[in-house]
């Protein structure tokens, strides 16, 4: 591939685009600008490569194609089907997974034909029927009471949300707390970390439908042989999601107990985040489950977005590429090089460090909220998000923590040397930052001061830090 293909090809169709919507197509130049002059440190975020990202921008996007391969609901699907069984196909492989459905939309979407493969395949009921054909927004909660007593066990248990579960493991404002009884387990509050025995003692007293393992926002392994032997001692389905560590299990970092899919009965993923691909989700089950997963659409997803599909096969092949694993390590040694610089400069971080992707800085250290800091950093041209930490007294919305991770900044070339610094930046920043008041004197969880002079600093030093390591070097738009 030469550096003139790419660039000619993302040039022409600005140029076709411009034609139409000038200002689309200088939101999407803006944002190719704005994305190579940031310190991208959000976890869940990556750069697809040019590969990836052509794949999705063709007329794959006009067909439509429920059904699966070889049998949709549409005429002329030949085409879809070779890229819909090519990245099926790679996901196998790469995952040594016995099915694979690369039709959802996101990680979300793949939660949810997860839970109704489970449900379905485990429980043959005139209302579980009844609810596949109605919108699940019109049930109501009654409905949801009833269903859930004809089924007789609709429980989840899945990690809590402040300890670093999804919103789709069972919280409440999200549909799978409405279709589950829901049950958490966290962290032990002295380290930090999963107690599998307090984990195997409320499945014992819950008796859950479903086990879910994963995580958004856990800086450690989580071994998965013992969860699906805790599954396993209370009958229930052992689900992971992998959408985080997904390239950390493609590039064989994660490997034996670590790695979920020999241990699960069913894996969910997103696409796009450690794994380099598009945006989009993927499910991985043992053979028992797959017919009820393949009926996801129309079940309950929209129709498959062939343009998608034919990216997820671009981006699993490179990810079966030898330099992936390479790749994959490289992600993990500059999360432990970014925790190690933090902690030596007195951060105060969760569990103490990592093992994986991911950073979880408890800025109440720094006398702050999540949401001030995530404030402070952006200004400082460092891109962040605040998340929960365990037991947070701040809630959901302020927080008290701020999440980093490293596959973007690794994808650019960034190195253990490279996190050293950018430790220092946050660091810097963070102690920089004082927490603001309101109007009436009480102290404001939003509002912070941040001298401006400083904050421009360390966002010309962060573009400094960026710049021998250009993003998609070979495209020039201009
Ligand atoms: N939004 C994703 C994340 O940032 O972790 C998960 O849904």
Known sequence: MSHNAESTAFRSALEVIRAVEPRVADAIGAELTDQRESLKLIASENYASPATLLAMGNWFSDKYAEGTVGRRFYAGCQNVDTVEALAAEHARELFGAPHAYVQPHSGIDANLVAFWAVLADRVESPALKKAQVRQVNDLTEADWFALRRELGNQRMLGMSLDAGGHLTHGFRPNISGKMFDQRSYGTDPATGLIDYDRVAEAAREFKPLILVGGYSAYPRKVNFRILREIADSVGATFMVDMAHFAGLVAGKVFTGDFDPVPHAHIVTTTTHKSLRGPRGGMVLCQPELADQ?????????????????????????????????????????????????????????????????????????????????EQALLDSGIVTNRNSVPQDPNGAWYTSGIRIGTPALTTRGLGTAEMDQTAELIHTVLTQTTAGANADGTPSKAKYTLDADLADKIARQATDLLAPHPLYPAIDLA
């Open 293 to 373: 997963v393949d009926r996801g659409c129309p079940m309950v997803l929209g129709g498959p977005l062939p343009h998608v599909m034919a990216a997820k096969a671009v981006a699993l092949a490179e990810a079966r590429r030898p330099d992936f694993a390479d790749y994959a390590q490289r992600i993990v040694d500059n999360a432990q090089a970014l925790a190690e610089g933090l902690l030596r400069r007195g951060a105060k971080l969760v569990t103490g460090g990592t093992d994986n992707h991911l950073v979880l800085i408890d800025v109440s250290g720094y006398g702050l909220t999540g949401r001030q800091a």
